[in-house]
Structures are given as C-alpha cells and as structure tokens.
Antibody, heavy 124, light 107 residues
C-alpha cells in the first residue's frame, strides 16, 4: 500500500541541526512532487517546503527559507529535510506529504498521502 | 503571499446537522483549493481537491463549493466521526498556505 514513514525527529538544542527522512513505498516515488508540512503543539498546519518530482524545483516558506534544504534520493525512494540553525519556534510535528498529481508542483489535486509525522523539539 | 482565512474558528453542532465552513483567499487562486480533516493525534486527511472534487473513499456527505474568492466545505448531515478540525489549503501560488482551521465540536 502507499505509505510514507518519517524518521529523524528528536530533541535538539537551539542553533543545532537535524535531518529528517521520509521513506516512501507503494508508488512510483520519482513521479511525484513531495512536501513537508509541520504543526506546532496546539497550532494549525504550516506548509514548509516542496521539491519537484525530478528535484529541479524547490521552494520553502519564508519562516524557514535559508535554514532548511529539501532533497530527495530516487534510488532510495526517500525524501529529506535538512534543518539548520534551529529555533524554539521550529518545534513541531513534521509531516512528509505527497502531491496529488504526478509531475506537477502546482496542482489542483491537493496533498493526498500523509505520513504519521515525526516530532522535533528544539529546547536547551 | 496569499493569505487564507477561515470562518468560523469553531462551531458546535449535533449529529445530523448541516455544517458549512468558509475559507477566503486574499487573491484569486483559480480553484486551487483543497480541504483536510484532522483528528487529534492523527495526520490530516484529504477530503476535497480542486474546490469541489471528492477524494476517493471520502463519504459523499462532504462537498466543496466556490463563490469568487470564498470557498465552502459542507457536511450535509454530520456523523459522529466528523467531529474534528478542518483546514483549507491553497496550492495556486508558492508559498502554499493553509487556513487557520475550524474545529467542529459536539453540542
């Protein structure tokens, strides 16, 4: 079945780095753009970053731009989010999400497959 | 950046009620609007995409509509499993943006 499994979360001190991973299975990973979405404790959803199916197009939210790098390894069907200079406001559950339409980074089809999330806590 | 607002922020309803949630975009998003349901401790679930298309497996009591820059999610007859928080998302222009959410509570 189609599945996304995140890992790499944990407790990290402010200013340090962390790399999140997302293992995809059950679909042709190389065909879909992928996203990261986060949710701070008790708060709403926040879109974080996107990478196109071929890895050529990347974009991020203003709140993380310059501090995060999204990447993907097609051979491993894995999505990554490298997070640097972490701040307390980065504390959240981070979800790996598939775009709803193959080959698009601006689609009307929404975000159709979500992982279970991995928790990042930035605290001294 | 495109700002998304939602109303109401919360509502109380009973099983069988008709519920409508509204999402407004700060500019035209050409129908690039989707709706998500989230229950506590769970990942969100896609309900509606492209303003009004029902995601596979989602009950037909859920529907989406549009009027200009206002978008609606309607639950025709509320079921016990529908008590949750609902978010809209625009994917017309990056950075993509979610609405702040609407919590549907049991009256």
């Amino acid at each position: 079945q189609v599945q996304l499994v995140e890992s790499g979360g944990g407790v990290v001190q402010p200013g340090r780095s962390l790399r999140l991973s997302c293992a995809a299975s059950g679909f042709t990973f190389s065909s879909y753009a992928m996203h990261w979405v986060r949710q701070a404790p008790g708060k709403g959803l926040e879109w974080v970053s996107i990478i196109s199916n071929d890895g050529d197009i990347k974009d991020s939210a203003d709140s993380v731009r310059g501090r995060v790098t999204i990447s993907r390894d097609t051979s491993k069907s894995t999505l990554y989010l490298q997070m640097n200079s972490l701040r307390s406001e980065d504390t959240a559950v981070y979800y790996c999400v598939r775009d709803g339409r193959p080959g698009y980074t601006n689609s009307r089809d929404g975000l159709d497959v979500w992982g279970q999330g991995t928790t990042v806590t930035v605290s001294s | 950046d495109i700002q998304m607002t939602q109303s109401p922020s919360s509502l109380s309803a009973s099983v069988g009620d008709r519920v409508t949630i509204t999402c407004r975009a700060s500019q035209s998003i050409s129908g690039y609007l989707s709706w998500y349901q989230q229950k506590p401790g769970k990942a969100p679930n896609l309900l509606i995409y492209g303003t009004s298309s029902l995601q596979s497996g989602v009950p037909s009591r859920f529907s989406g509509g549009e009027s200009g820059t206002d978008f609606t999610l309607t639950i025709r007859s509320l079921e016990p499993e529908d008590f949750a928080t609902y978010y809209c998302l625009q994917t017309y222009s990056k950075p993509f943006t979610f609405g702040p959410g609407t919590t549907v509570e049991f009256k």
